[in-house]
């Protein structure tokens, strides 16, 4: 009898659920609130022991605010900065010295003033040895953090270098009051007491958390900007795949995603209500041709390759146009690309005559072209788990075979493939970079990267290293564009790496929303000002 | 009987050890390095840290007597390579949401295959029971994520008959006690029904064999010769003679539901066990790989033993010596 009962009870609990979620789509708009869905993981709030993810930070600039903020305009010239806590800044004569006034409003969510005592404070954590920070790199140059008085704070840095605001603005500025009960040796022991002592100075609080589904925004009160945020509560909710997150935008679960994929970007195009918008990201996919193996010793033959490869054909059909084809590591959103490259064309008759140039001629007639009877077959690897790369790797196959190349794609496991690659232990293979606005593109082409470095196709070339050199040294950056103009054209010219293609970010979102505006720094930009019309 | 269970259970101690040392092994010895910096800026000495930090630049057996002495004497798995998270804090976030789906996946999946092997039963080769077989095996052989994705699109997105994903409503913090509850079905039902679909073919082909050989036997002839209607012979008498099998698929199946979990808390995002463990494989979060193998090898072995214990109590032709 019991189980009869309980059955019919768990019937109704499930059709009563069920006609409720239908009923629930009539509710009204609640326009003080926003849904935002995307793939992310926050296990805490404290950036030096977190992920670091583009997601991870885009969350973390809602609750802590860094000095100065980087603007996304890197499309017109170096970067530049913008007043966050800091009010102004300037430096000395030498440019060794860095002072900056923290703004008289700021104060932290708990009332408590944001001081030049928490610019040291997360200065020493950002360095400590304990803390293990990973981009702990970017404090180098500072040799101390003196605080002046409690609203100003100096930076003495070792050199006068281009990146001295970037070095000074990575990292958010923390809450010395809060943390500094816990020793930096035990930071990364409980990455969760950071929840529990959480106090912000950005836009947002954090109302509620529930792991691995979503995290709860509030509009912080004792934010310094007035009228911001626009909406008093933004919910972000995690999903671990792009099918998912367009799902729960069709549905109408959450009014903006961010991190589609292109697939999922067609679903949403043109359906009425909802705007899909793709902006520049600082990615660009490649393959780095191993330049120790005797198949990519010599430029002419690299250069064929890059003939021989329809990069337009992957754009169209993998990334669905969501894409460009790539012709520079400097890529096109970029102040420094040098846009006078001529790309090399999909000829594939080009091709065959620069590779039989080279030396490649098919001397056995096995359909395989080959030199000093080295046949020109390799292993072309690219990451397990990277679906886009590996439909490339075939694209590529397909490509080279019809040229006379046996390339054979293989799928390696991320940290091993890249182990590999760092050993110079591979043929051929395809990696992403993410670009960063300094522009110091020494650890993909200096020859001093080449030993265990990023430089995977062990590409030696002095008037490279002597660019890459000057253009690290000097001040201004913008009076290096002639340097940076000639390194691409070398690059170009040399190949050690075929560019494939720059993708582009997509997010969509309901069209009632206004001042959605992610951009290549953070999905979540000017979060603070979205709002419903 | 506590003779028996306290076999069992060292036996479970002892295959839980070997599963773990297994795990250990094939993921230490796996190429690649786990703490190489995604971000080719960072310098390879924080790689170095970090290795010192977790204990990675120790020699490989000393490792693992750690990481065992920790996991058998502390339950500790370590921390998240990732996310920096104590793992068995992370795992016990992941895995009530797993139990409670694999939970509803198995009910859905004994109420249909019961249901359909006892509709099938009652009318053995006619047009209804050649339906119920070839429905049940075109179930069993759709794949999970197949199933998955056509029922948010059609059921969730299109008709909007359930939630398209997640386990509740956003800010669901706000409900009431029961209201939260609803809203928890209200996201369940689709994603167990999905999970429970893959096993329910099977389990419906084994209710009617069941129930079909249950007519054939001596106590079938009798119960029919009693005058019992053929509802009541087959409900009861025939159900009491399928059940210790059906109990028998029930272990089997627990494997089947921890890995069909995955694949649907990833088209469902759900948040549990699946998700968690398909991220730190793509991650090479190593600690949560180990840990999450564990823990379904626990739940894995728990099921096995469950059923074991239970069948003792249903059949009485098995004797526990």
Known sequence: ?533 | MIRFVLRRLLAAAVLFLIVLTLAFAVVALAPGDPMAPSDPRIPPEQAERLRALYGLDQPLPAQYLRWLGAVVLRWDWGQSYRTGQPVADLLFDALPPTLLLAGAALLAQYLLGIGLGLIAAFRPNSRLDLSVRVASLLVYAMPTFWVGLMAVLVLAVGLGLAPAGGMTSAAAFELGPAAAALDVLAHLWLPALVLGLSMAGDIARYTRSSLIEFQATEAGRAARARGLSETRILLVHGLAHAAPRLLQLASVSAPLLLSGAVVAEVVFAWPGLGTATLLAIQSGDIPVVLAATAYGAVLVIAASLAADLLLTRLDPRIRVE
């Open chain 1, 1 to 533: 009898m019991i189980p009869v009962v309980a059955m019919r009870l768990l019937a109704a609990a499930g059709l009563a659920a069920m006609l409720g979620w239908g009923c629930a789509s009539d509710i009204p708009r609640d326009t003080t609130r926003l849904t935002v869905g995307m793939r992310f993981e926050y296990p805490t709030p404290n950036e030096l022991i977190g992920p670091a993810t583009l997601t991870y930070s885009a969350i973390g600039n809602q609750f802590f605010l860094p000095l100065m903020a980087e603007r996304p305009d890197f499309r017109d010239g170096p970067p530049t900065w913008a007043p966050a806590l800091a009010a102004d800044w300037e430096f000395s004569e030498d440019r060794l010295r860095l002072t900056a006034r923290l703004r008289p409003d700021a104060v932290w969510s708990d009332g408590e003033p944001v001081t030049a005592e928490d610019v040291r404070f997360s200065w020493l954590a950002q360095t400590d040895a304990n803390v293990a920070w990973d981009y702990s790199f970017s404090k180098e140059s500072i040799a101390d953090v003196e605080v002046v008085d409690a609203a100003t704070v100096r930076f003495h840095l070792d050199a006068a270098l281009p990146t001295a605001l970037a070095d000074v603005s990575t990292g958010l500025i923390l809450p010395k009051h809060a943390w500094e009960q816990r020793p930096f040796a035990e930071w990364r022991s409980d990455p969760g007491w950071f929840f529990e002592n959480l106090v912000t100075s950005g836009p947002f609080l954090l109302e509620n958390r529930t792991p691995g589904q979503e995290l709860v925004l509030g509009r912080n009160p004792n934010y310094f900007e007035d009228g911001l945020p626009r909406l008093e509560r933004i919910i972000l909710r995690s999903a671990t795949d792009s099918a998912a997150l367009t799902n729960l935008l069709l549905s109408g679960e959450v009014d903006v995603v961010s991190g589609l994929g292109a697939t999922d970007a067609q679903r949403i195009a043109n359906r009425p209500g909802l705007r899909l918008i793709a902006y520049p990201n600082r990615q660009f996919t490649f393959v780095s041709w191993n330049t120790r193996r005797p198949w990519f010793q010599d430029a002419e033959t690299r250069r064929a390759l890059a003939m021989a490869i329809d990069r337009q054909a992957m754009v169209d059909t993998i990334w669905h146009g969501y894409a460009e084809v790539g012709n520079s590591p400097i890529i096109s959103s970029v102040w420094a690309h040098n846009a006078g490259l001529e790309p090399w064309r999909y000829d594939p008759p080009a091709a065959r005559d620069a590779l039989a140039a080279a030396g490649w001629t098919d001397g056995d007639g096995d359909g395989i072209l080959d030199r000093d009877g080295v046949p020109f077959r390799f292993e072309l690897a690219t990451f397990a788990g990277a679906p886009a790369r590996w439909d490339a790797m075939q694209m590529i196959q397909a490509d080279l075979r019809a040229v006379g190349i046996d390339a054979q794609p293989r799928r390696v496991e991320p940290g091993a493939l890249i182990q590999r690659m760092r050993d110079k232990d591979f043929d051929a293979a395809a990696s992403a970079f993410a670009i960063d606005t300094s522009l110091d593109l020494r650890y993909a082409f200096h020859s001093q990267s080449i030993p265990g470095g990023d430089n995977y196709a062990a590409y030696g070339n002095p008037e490279v290293d002597r660019l890459l050199d000057s253009f690290a040294a000097r001040p201004d950056p913008s009076a290096g564009l002639e340097d940076l103009h000639r390194l691409q054209r070398i690059l170009h010219d040399d190949q050690p790496m075929l560019v494939l293609w720059e993708p582009l970010s997509l997010a969509a979102f309901d069209v009632e929303l206004e001042s959605v505006a992610p951009n290549a720094l953070s999905p979540l930009a000017n979060l603070q000002e979205w709002a419903w019309r």
